[in-house]
């Protein structure tokens, strides 16, 4: 940080209570497997999967139960051995606690793996492009939550030409340790998925950016990656929210990502540790993405800690197992600064859940909203420069406008400003309320347009219609006269023969 | 929660909280405040105490009294300490040996036009304390520079309880013997004589009027202006406030003071009169500094603090009244929000017009 910016206060972000320990320092643990699994059909961002199974059909784990469909989507995998008792609807992992199409599995209890054929024997002889084929048919999507089909994003990184793959360990929510558990238990096949990911985006160097609240991920990623010098594990400091890919992107090169850019147009492509993990599995073991590792962590949980949850496990049937001690305030998915808030316990973990927390009254921290004291704590803790407190009182009187000139676009959500205000205003609220009505409005915008171009088409068909039917009938009416015309012609003719031969 | 229930209301996230607190910023705020009010009691007397408890009592009272016309309950709103605070600060911005009435009114003036008229906590334009300190001083200069040179508590000639309750009621009996003029007063008219201040000031006047024990003329907040001192970077350390606008604003103060005082030393008082003079401190820690009427980024916060400054200068040095505190923090309020238009913070990727940064 300059000089200068230390004199104007350009810092952001926050340093929240990371409450990690002793969740994080605990072994992982594996869950007795549930009766059922409820799979959902879209884990990732993009289109649903295609089922392609049948009710009553026996699978095996990783057997293709769902198929992507189209650019955008993802495959998805049976995460457990036995037989699909319905094809139909679950409950989203969403707040809304809106139903989406999904899968549910009756398990039978072997958890017995599909045979995996043609495992590569140097998978690094292999096409790049074959290797991200083998990415997407194992159904890997990004497993820091933003769940974007991971092949996909290799593929775009190589057209665009990629230098420089960073590898997000970030972790900078409270509670979660799952990445932090990767890194410490499964380092080498971190970084052994590291170099598959290299080899398929076409990237020279990989920076695997670790949060330095995490000593001893820290050290051994700095191990596993000790015979590969393109690889280079680099401690950042511990300040939410650094797991923004922008975030992190500009701590490590100093750099800045334009506001309409991506990092791939700066030739750097941004994955997480646990999709490097999952990059492994699906190369060198043939193992598609049908399990994860889940933080259970908050006050309300007998034993918090990480456990491998398959993908389908309801959150109910993980509290059946690991039990919670007190009626939780707050179930959440997620981690607490961006987290969703579950409907109910009733839904399955997903390929994006990094946590289930359980949260007592006093952690969730609720309280009654109290007028803005326009104290700019939002200010200084925005990691993008923007001014929640203005942007919220705009939203307040429905000056949309107001708000996006002030930046609204820009905002990412993580929730900082929110987490310092000491009025309690729920600012992250204001501004999903306010995207939500503006993206309404361009819909809106989108189909009236619509209309009014078909009523312009139709405006402009009819008078095209009248103006050749007249023209029809004028022409008709000229063939009539110039018919009768001759007619009268023929007929004057006629008598003058007449009166010529009468003559 | 019933974790099998659908939950009615979602909540957005965060779901964690840092813990601050509207009541708890106050509170802190006032206990910085403390030491230093707690030694003007000292230097005072009971006059001085029996005055803070009208001035924040009325404060109090014509914040409850605009809730209920508002029909919104009461104690929740008095309870976040933002009433109690402006109470306190306007009375040790007084006379310590005012009237009652003028505590009463400056009380009630500062909550209900200064801040309740605005639609109450956040929505005022300007400081809710200098306003009603500025509206006294307009309205009741005699009795707004009766200052009285200080009598400890523990000193023999000090009135008792009931004897500074009579002061504060009906006024001190033979004001004249205790009265005296403060520093920047003092400075002001002799020169308006023709006296300049080598002689105005000279010795042991000095010493009088610059104790930095507090033994000299001037409200609460004006001579423990150590302790006031203290208890602001107390405020800096426990993150209350920054350093941006105190150091601006005494940087305002005392630089044209210290080019004026080498320039005609029998002219222009020096810098360090300046500071610890008046209500300098005590505006530079506990009212530029207020939340609601200042700036929101640190560059504006700087440049607010140095119009501050700047303006108390001017005014004390070449303005009608001796002391400018009050005006200038009013006038610097009043281009708060131009400032906070003009200076907003360079959003990511974007240069400071909003464009997104070239490739």
């Not at chain 1, 997000?168 to 971190?190: K, Q, T």
């Not at chain 1, 491998?308 to 690991?322: F, N």
Request: charged share 15%; net charge neutral.
């Amino acid at each position: 940080m300059g000089i200068l910016d230390r004199i104007f206060g350009n810092h952001w972000g926050v340093h929240p209570d990371d409450r990690k320990r002793p969740a994080a320092d605990l072994p992982l643990r594996r869950l007795p497997m549930p009766a059922h699994l409820y799979v959902p059909l879209q884990q990732h961002i993009g289109a649903p999967a295609r089922p392609v199974v049948l009710v009553g059909q026996r699978v095996l784990k990783g057997q293709l139960i769902a198929e992507a469909q189209g650019a955008t989507s993802a495959a998805i995998h049976a995460p457990s051995s036995g037989t699909v008792s319905a094809v139909g609807e679950i409950t989203a992992p969403h707040a809304s606690g809106l139903p989406v199409p999904g899968i549910t599995i009756a398990c039978d209890g072997e958890d017995r793996w599909l045979e995996a054929a043609d495992i590569p024997a140097d998978p690094f002889a292999l096409e790049p492009a074959e290797i991200s084929r083998r990415i997407a048919a194992a159904g890997v999507v990004g497993m820091g939550g933003a769940t974007f089909p991971s092949a996909l994003k290799l593929t775009l990184g190589k057209k665009s030409g990629i230098s420089t793959l960073i590898i997000n360990g970030g972790e900078c929510e409270p509670y979660l340790s799952c990445d932090d558990r990767v890194m410490r238990d499964f380092a080498v096949d971190v970084v052994d998925g590291i170099r598959l990911m290299l080899h398929a985006s076409g990237a020279t160097t990989a920076l695997v950016g670790i949060e330095d609240n995490k000593p001893e991920a820290i050290a051994a990623m700095k191990q596993a990656a000790a015979s590969f010098p393109e690889i280079r594990v680099c401690p950042v400091p511990a300040r939410y929210p650094m797991g923004s890919e922008k975030h992190l992107f500009s701590a490590l090169t100093g750099k800045e990502v334009p506001a309409d850019a991506r990092t791939t147009d700066l030739g750097v492509l941004v994955h997480n540790v646990g999709t490097a993990a999952a990059v492994h599995d699906a190369i060198r073991n043939g193992r598609p993405l049908v399990e994860r590792i889940v933080t259970l962590n908050g006050g309300a949980w007998r034993a918090p800690g990480n456990v491998v949850v398959p993908v389908g496990m309801l959150v109910s049937d993980l509290i059946a197992v690991a039990e919670l001690k007190e009626q939780p305030a707050r179930l959440i998915m997620g981690g607490p600064m961006m987290g969703t808030l579950l409907p109910s316990a009733i839904v399955p973990v997903v390929k994006g859940s990094s946590g289930v927390l359980a949260l007592t009254a006093a952690e969730a921290a609720d309280g009654d909203a109290q007028p803005c004291i326009r104290c700019s704590s939002c200010v200084r803790a925005c990691p993008v420069g923007l001014l929640p407190l203005e942007m919220s009182a705009r939203i307040r009187n429905e000056d949309y406008a107001g708000a996006v000139d002030l930046g609204l676009k820009d905002c990412i959500a993580c929730g900082c400003c929110a987490y310092v205000c000491p009025s309690r205003i729920p600012l992250v609220q204001y501004f999903g309320h306010a995207k939500g009505e503006l993206a309404a409005r361009d819909r809106t915008k989108l189909r009236n347009d619509a209309t009014k171009r078909l009523v312009a088409a139709r405006a402009e068909r009819l008078e095209r219609e009248t103006k050749e039917k007249a023209e029809a009938a004028a022409r008709r009416k000229a063939e009539r006269a110039k018919q009768k015309a001759a007619e009268a012609a023929a007929a004057a003719a006629g008598a003058q023969a007449d009166s010529e031969t009468t003559a | 929660m019933n974790t099998l229930a659908t939950t009615a209301t979602p909540i957005a996230s965060p779901h964690a909280h840092g813990g601050a607190g509207v009541s708890v910023v106050m509170l802190k705020v006032m206990a910085a405040l403390a030491p230093a009010t707690l030694y003007g009691f000292w230097l005072y007397g009971w006059p001085a105490v029996h005055l803070w408890f009208i001035t924040v009592f009325a404060a109090l009272l014509g914040e409850a009294f605009c809730l209920r016309l508002a029909k919104r309950r009461a104690m929740p709103v008095l309870l976040d300490g933002s009433a109690l605070l402006t109470g306190w600060l306007l009375a040790l911005s007084l006379p310590p040996w005012a009237p009652w009435w003028l505590g009463a009114v400056g009380g009630l003036f500062a909550t209900v036009v200064g801040k309740q008229v605005f639609g109450g906590l956040g929505q005022n334009l300007f400081n809710p304390a200098m306003v009603a300190r500025v509206a006294l001083l307009i309205s009741f200069p005699v009795a707004m520079t009766a200052w009285v040179a200080p009598l400890p508590l523990t000193s023999a000639g000090a009135p008792g309880f009931l004897d500074g309750l009579l002061i504060t009621l009906s006024g001190a009996a033979n004001l004249d013997a205790v009265s005296s003029a403060s520093l920047l007063g003092h400075a002001k008219a002799e020169l308006s004589r023709g006296v300049d201040l080598l002689q105005s000031l000279s010795g042991d006047h000095l010493a009088h009027f610059l104790s930095y024990s507090g033994a000299r003329p001037g409200s609460l907040g004006e001579t423990a202006g150590l302790l006031i001192a203290a208890g602001g970077i107390a405020m800096i350390a426990m993150g209350i406030i920054s350093w941006h606008i105190p150091a601006a604003m005494l940087a305002g103060i005392a630089i044209p003071a210290a080019i004026g005082h080498a320039v005609d030393p029998a002219r222009y008082l020096d810098a360090t009169a300046h500071v610890f003079s008046g209500a300098a401190l005590l505006g530079a820690f506990f009212i530029a500094t207020d939340y609601v009427t200042s700036p929101n980024t640190r560059a504006g916060q700087l440049v607010f603090g140095l119009g501050c400054g700047l303006l108390t200068y001017v005014i004390r040095t070449w303005g009608g009244y001796p002391e400018g505190v009050a005006f200038a923090v009013l006038l610097m309020n009043a281009l708060t929000p131009a400032i906070d238009r003009l200076m907003k913070p360079r959003i990511y990727g974007r240069n400071r017009k909003g464009a997104s940064l070239p490739l």
